[in-house]
Every structure is written in C-alpha cells, then in structure tokens.
C-alpha cells in the first residue's frame, strides 16, 4: 500500500504468464517449426489518489509509472492519455512521474480515468500496452450547508400542544457523503426559543411551549442552523430563517362592553329605518369574529328588530312597525350576541354569547295630517250637473294639539279643473259635466294641510263616472254596398250591425228599421244586433240610376232610448251570372259606346312620340357651340381678376382698372391709392377727354346684342357686365373713398357749383357746417 507521496504509486506488479505476443514477420509454417516463449506482463495497477483543493506551492505529485522494460538509458517514453491528459495531469516521458497542473474540486469532478502506455522512442515499437487508471480526488470540508430557501413561511394553529408539527427544512452539503463526515449536517435553532424547537437529525420544527395565544402575539421569527462535521467543533454551517405565524381558533367569546344601550328615534321614523348600532367585542378573526345579534324580549320586541352588519359585525336596531309618540314613549329590549362559528374543542372557554339591555326613547316630532284611509273611490253619473257631491275625505292632526285642517285638490292631477273640494269639510264636488265616453275614470290626488305648520299630506281619490244612456248606436263600419243589374226580388245584398259608446246594463239591444217605406229595397231584424238590407225588386239599370241612399234607423233598448238614423249608399253594378261584380261606374258607358280601346293606345302613342321630338329637338339646340364673347387671344380687355378681399368694389384693386376700359386713351399719371386715406385735402380730379371712344362703345353695343339675342346662352353664372360712361362727368366721382377722413376736414361750398341735381345735399351739407360754426 502506497501512500499520496509514494515513489511508484500502484499496488502492485504482476507477471502475466498466460499472455503469448506473436514475433513480427514469422509465418505460422515458421513457428511451428519453432519453440514459442511467453511474454512477461510488465505492469498493472488500479488507483491513484489527490487530495483536492491543493494549496501547496508547484505542481502537485500524483505518482510514478515504470516498465520494467526500461532499462533508464532513456530509450523508454511513457504515453499519458485520458481524461485531462496534457491539460489538467502530464506526465515526464522518461521517468514516468505523473503531476497535477493545478488544483481540483470534488464537487466538480470526483474521478479522472487515464490510459498509460510504454514506447520504444527510437523505433517506436509499444513495449507496455495501454493501460487504464482511475485518480480518484479525495474530499475535503470545503463546502457549507446550503437551505433550499432563505426564508421559509409557516403557521400552526393557536392553542397547540407541545410538540405539535409546524414544518420541515432541509439543508444540502456538496461534500462527499461517504467520506468523514463533511456532510453529515445536524440542525439547531439560534433565535425562538423557548417557543419553538427543531429536530437535529430531521429538521422538523415543533411547537415548544403549549397554548399559545394569537391575541398575544400573532407572528414568531425562527432562525435554524445546519452545521456538517456532525456538530463537532470546526465544522460549516449555514442559516435560514423561517416566520411563523399563528392561526386563529374560535377561543375568544364575544362580549358587550355595556351592560346597558340608550337610543332614541324620532316617531316619524319609517318603517325598515335604523334606530343605531351596538356592537360586541370578539377577539378572534375572520370567521371566528363573526357574530349573529337577535332580540330575546322585552315590550319592544314586535316593534323593533335587530339585523346583523355582515362587513361590521355590528347589530343594527330597526324600526319593525309605525311609531306614536302619544301612545307609547319608550321601550325595553335584552338583545343576545353569539359566535356563528363555535368550535366544540374549546367549548369549555365559553359561553360564546352575551346579552345586554337596549332601551328606545320615541320622541315627538309634529305629524302631518292622516287621513282615514289610504285611498278613496267614488262614483258620480255623468253629465252631472255642475257642483253635484262625489264624495267627502276626511283627514286629522295625530298630534295632541289637534290643528284644524285645510283641503285642497292637487291641480297637476286635474289639469281640466273637473273637480273642486270643500277646503273644510273635504267634500269634493263636480265642475263641470263629466262624459264617461271621454274617460271612465278620474285619479286626482287631494292634499290635508295643517294651518299652523303647513304640513301636508296627500291621499289618490279615484273617481268612476257612471254610464247614463246618451250616445245612440251607429253603424259598425263603413258599408260599400252594391246591387246588381241583373239581382232578383228578395235578394240579399248587404248585412249590417252597430255599436253603442254607452255601457248597457246587461247587454246591447238594436233595432233596425226604415225610416220609410222603400220601393226599391227593404229592411229584416235578425234580432242578434243585425239586420239584412233585400231587394224588393229587380231589374236595376246604371242608365237610369247609378246609386241609392238608403236610410235605416237604429235603436236601443236603453233608457231613455236613444236612436240614429245612418244613410247606407248601394251602387248599382254590372255583374256576371255568378253575382261578380265586373264594374260600377258610370265612365265605363261612356267609354263603350265611344272609341275602342285600340283608338285609345293610338292616340297615347302618337303623344309620347311628340314629346320625344321636342325633348330631341331642345337637347340639340343646347347642343350647339357658342361664339366666344372676345375673339382675340390678345386682347387686353379680357382679364379676369379674381381676389377675396370684401371691399367696396372694383376701385380697390391695382391690378386692374375699369377706366383704361371705359377710356382707353386717358393717361392716368397721378393716380392714387382708393383704399387708404389721401394725404391732400381734395384731390386730383381728372378731366375726362373729349375724343369719343367709338371703338369701345361699338364692342359693347355688339356683344349686348349677341347675348341678348342667344338663346342658348347658360341661365347660370353667366354675368357679363359691359359699361360707357361717356367723355366723363360733370359731378365726376362721388366714391367716398377718395373723402377727407372727417366731415369737419371738408369745405362743401364745392356742391353749390354742381348744378340742380345736388342743390338739396349742398343745402343739408352747408347749413350743417353753418349749424356747427354757430
């Protein structure tokens, strides 16, 4: 056995004497003829040994191959190959010494596996097959216990016994387990003592102490420690904390902090209303801290009631029926709170109920009136005189002073004033006549006013108007009765009935009649609310009457009995054998004694061919090409200028001048801007030529006519404006563009010179600026 520091390193030479090797370049007629020897084996061996993380200085020695073919005369090369051969391990080709280049982890790789071998360096020949080694890296407590987390979360019940399980943690040790104890962990709990304690083989962490309560304290911090080296002194250890919380359990009982609640609620409070709130204590949370509040007695149990606030756990006091001041002032309550959720195993911490005494002082507020009930129906006939009674409501004030009382009628409830009421006995009577054909029913609403507070209250009053027979029957519908030419005495040609508005008693009874005696048709009561209209005769002719009105009388059996007499119109038609009506108007005798109905179609034809020439003829014209207003494309006349500006006209453009158009001739060197203010007073007035302008007014003359006489020219946007002042005016231009910027500015004697025409605005002018000098 060869140590770290062993000169040759394997555990032994071994002789093979069963291996025979064959001698290059022999035949086998050759060798057997021939005396074979066997081959000595020259090495084996099976492991080496490294210690890891080597902190010595150099390269670290593994251990030595030798042959014992080599004869050290340096004939003799060591071969390494394997894992980490020439990087990680090398080796001397002569001596066989095997060297670490540098230091190892176990934890990355715990075994290397190699392959040696022994060549001739001269010729090459293998004198030591190859053979395999294992390096094996021995451990060392060079790693530290590792949690799986830093921090672990956990919880356990309230009240727990000792030893009650809460979790387990595991640490982890990269060492070699079965080497020494490197990874042999044992844990112990630095920080929540005495409450906690932990397993040293396991890591389960149990409850130390029993009973502990959450409302003292809810939340633990515990701090575990692994430590390798079995615990032992110089070992690694690693820590991990773990909050522990403690779970609610239904131990806390709820309990009133008074034995006794005072409220109070006024007796207008309505029904369903809170009158407050009590609320017992509980210690525990969420469902453990829920409760239910009922009401055990007391005088005021049928009147009040008690609902638990579900979010606030509080018992909510309610109004179960109307309240009075004046009959009772207060009331007595015991009110009982118990856990919804009681845990039987800590039954023996209760009870888990309490009771406590609430006592509800009513007080007085002013009522408003109350009426006897809480609605009123009424009937009235109609077409009732104005001022007949409907009915009376009554109305009292609750209070001990009694106030009188005040009635009046809602009039956005009886907008038609149909109704009026005695504002101090409450009888309502009519205003007008009431038509029960109109509306069957009236809703109006009547108010009862205190005087002194003028508090109200308000009641529906539905009235009924009561049917009296008024209206008489009528036809049903609207009746198209025809006879026939050809019909025969007694032949049916119409059956009719008829309504009524008025509601009848039992039922509706007609009776129908002829107002008189009829020669042409007659009258039969099927006593059913119809009738059948007959002919009395036959051989009816459109030639001599086209129609007849036929008056039939219908009556009621109502009282007073009402009747009408409604006219029924029968045409006279020309029908088949079959009683098929073909047709009935007297046009179609006309049309078959004039022109047929092939003359017809002609005449239509010869129509709609008319309009279509001169349809065709019209779209021709507008067809046709109009001559250009101005014929020369060099023409400077034609410019068309085109702005945006709003202004007072063509003057305030510089890009054109209607004048070079009315006077071509006319030089205009001093002309000035129209659409500022000029600087002299009065300013340059030019004097018109007298040389007529022939040429112009020839142009304008000619193209006027043209338009005027083109009757294709476009209705639309079409303006064409031509002009010839002449050689110019006498009172030339009275543009207010070209005035003084003030009136004051201005001298108007000027207008007395102009003639008769501006005798009248020299008179206004001048006697103002006399006026003003004055």
Known sequence: TWGNKCLSCWLGTLWSSALIRPVPGISTAERDGRTLHRTKRGWMWNSFFLLEEWTGSGKQYVGKLHSDMDTEDGSVKYVLTGDGAGTIFEIDEKSGDIHATRRLDREEKSSYTLSAKAINKTSGQVLERASDFIIKIHDINDNEPKFSKDTYVASVPEMSSIGAFVMRVTATDADDESYGNSAKLVYSILQGQPYFSVEPDTGVIRTALPNMIRENRE??????????????????????????????????????????????????????????????????????????????????????????????????????????????????????????????????????????????????????????????????????????????????????????????????????????????????????????????????????????????????????????????????????????????????????????????????????????????????DNEDNTARILTRRGGFSRHEMNSYLL???????????????????????????????????????????????????????????????????????????????????????????????????????????IGTLRNPEVIDTNKMRRDIIPEMLFPFRRISPIKDNTDVRDFINCRLQDNDSDPTAPPYDSLATYAYEGNGSLAESLSSLESSATEGDQDFDYLSHWGPPFKKLADMYIGKETQRET
């Open 551 to 657: 008056p039939v009388v219908i009556s009621d059996n109502d009282y007073p009995i009402q009747s009408s007499t409604s006219t029924l119109t029968v045409r006279v038609c020309a029908c088949d054998r079959s009683r098929n009506v073909q047709t009935c108007s007297t046009e179609a005798l006309l049309l078959s004694a004039g022109l047929s109905t092939g003359a017809l179609v002609a005449i239509l034809l010869c129509i709609i061919i008319l309009l279509m020439i001169v349809v065709l003829f019209a779209a021709l014209r507008r067809q046709k090409k109009k001559e250009p207003l101005i014929i020369s494309k060099e023409d400077v006349r034609d410019n068309v200028v085109s702005y945006n500006d709003e202004g007072g006209g063509e003057e305030d453009t510089q890009a054109f001048d």
């Open 219 to 524: 939340h633990y911090q515990v701090v575990i420690q692994a430590k390798d080296m079995a615990g032992q002194m110089g070992g690694l250890s690693g820590t991990a904390t773990v909050n522990i919380t403690l779970l609610d359990v239904n131990n806390s009982p709820p309990r009133f902090p008074h034995s006794a609640y005072h409220l109070s609620t006024p007796e207008s409070a309505e029904v369903g209303s809170s009158v407050g709130r009590i609320k017992a204590n509980d210690a525990d949370a969420g469902v453990n801290a829920e409760m239910w509040y009922s009401v055990l007695d007391g005088d005021g149990q049928d009147v009040f009631s008690i609902v638990t606030d579900a979010t606030s756990q509080e018992g909510v006091i309610t109004v179960k029926k109307p309240l009075d001041y004046e009959s009772k002032r207060t009331y007595s309550l015991r009110v009982q709170v118990t856990n919804t959720h009681v845990d039987p195993q800590f039954g023996h911490l209760g009870p888990f109920s309490d009771t406590a005494t609430v006592r509800i002082a009513v007080t007085d507020v002013d009522e408003p009136p109350v009426f006897g009930r809480s609605h009123y129906i009424f009937e009235v006939d109609e077409n009732a005189p104005p001022g007949s009674s409907v009915g009376t409501v009554s109305a009292r004030d609750p209070d001990a002073t009694n106030h009188l009382v005040k009635y009046t009628i809602d009039r956005h409830t009886d907008l038609e004033r149909l109704f009026n009421i005695n504002s101090n006995n409450g009888t309502i009577s009519t205003l007008q006549a009431l038509d029960r054909e109109t509306s069957k029913w009236h809703n109006i609403s009547v108010l009862a006013t205190e005087i002194s507070t003028s508090l109200q209250t308000r009641v529906p009053v539905f009235i009924k108007v009561q049917d009296v027979n008024d209206n008489a029957p009528e036809f049903a519908m609207y009746y198209e009765t025809f006879v026939c030419e050809n019909a025969k005495a007694g032949e049916l040609i119409q059956t009719i009935s008829a309504v009524d508005t008025d509601e009848p008693v039992i039922a509706h009874q007609f009776v129908f009649s002829l107002s008189t005696v009829n020669p042409n048709f007659t009258i039969y």
